[in-house]
């Protein structure tokens, strides 16, 4: 299966990144911001019905004169956002990830050509089933930063998202 054209056979490798990156050690009930190459992740405490479909939200903000490609660009040259999610033994199941529509953009040397990207504040969503107690959805953000004048290298950031199923 896979999630956005990402294969789950990349999640162990993925995690293990994930971890050799330095994520930010999150606490249920405590906002925690990690920053990477111009976006930021905002995790915080959510709660979910157990043992039921269920959503938990992904906050990230790109930094302020800047924009990341979305999932879908408009063009095969663009690098799509992507997120992975790394699913490790008794974690839960997600089943999917739900990223909004981008939003039209164009360089003011191209104004004729409109890019499809995101910007400020980007809200994922993830379907899952969970049984009941303190989880944490691990993933990683893929993507690339861009201003007015240059794209920058892609960068992968961790993501770690507590949750409690009751």
């Given at each position: 299966?896979?999630?956005?054209?990402?294969?789950?056979?990349?999640?162990?490798?993925?995690?293990?990144?994930?971890?050799?990156?330095g994520?930010?050690?999150?606490?249920?009930?405590?906002?925690?911001?990690?920053?990477?190459?111009?976006?930021?992740?905002?995790?915080?405490?959510?709660?979910?019905?157990?043992?039921?479909?269920?959503t938990?939200?992904?906050?990230?903000?790109?930094?302020?004169?800047?924009?990341?490609?979305?999932?879908?660009?408009?063009?095969?040259?663009?690098?799509?956002?992507?997120?992975?999610?790394?699913?490790?033994?008794?974690?839960?199941?997600?089943?999917?990830?739900?990223?909004?529509?981008?939003?039209?953009?164009?360089?003011?040397?191209?104004?004729?050509?409109?890019?499809?990207?995101?910007?400020?504040?980007?809200?994922?969503?993830?379907?899952?089933?969970?049984?009941?107690?303190?989880?944490?959805?691990?993933?990683?953000?893929?993507?690339?930063?861009?201003?007015?004048?240059?794209?920058?290298?892609?960068?992968k950031?961790?993501?770690?998202?507590?949750?409690?199923?009751?």
């Open positions: 299966m896979t999630l956005h054209g990402v294969r789950r056979s990349t999640v162990a490798a993925l995690l293990l990144f994930a971890g050799a990156a994520a930010q050690s999150i606490n249920a009930g405590v906002a925690s911001a990690v920053k990477k190459g111009h976006v930021d992740f905002l995790a915080d405490a959510q709660a979910v019905p157990a043992n039921q479909a269920a938990v939200k992904l906050h990230f903000r790109v930094e302020p004169g800047f924009h990341i490609n979305s999932h879908t660009p408009k063009s095969d040259v663009l690098i799509p956002t992507k997120l992975t999610v790394a699913m490790v033994g008794d974690d839960p199941e997600v089943t999917g990830v739900d990223f909004p529509a981008g939003e039209p953009f164009a360089f003011a040397f191209e104004p004729k050509q409109k890019l499809d990207v995101y910007q400020g504040d980007v809200v994922l969503t993830a379907h899952l089933k969970a049984k009941p107690g303190l989880h944490s959805l691990k993933a990683e953000l893929y993507y690339q930063a861009c201003d007015q004048a240059a794209c920058y290298p892609p960068k950031l961790a993501v770690e998202q507590p949750y409690t199923a009751k």
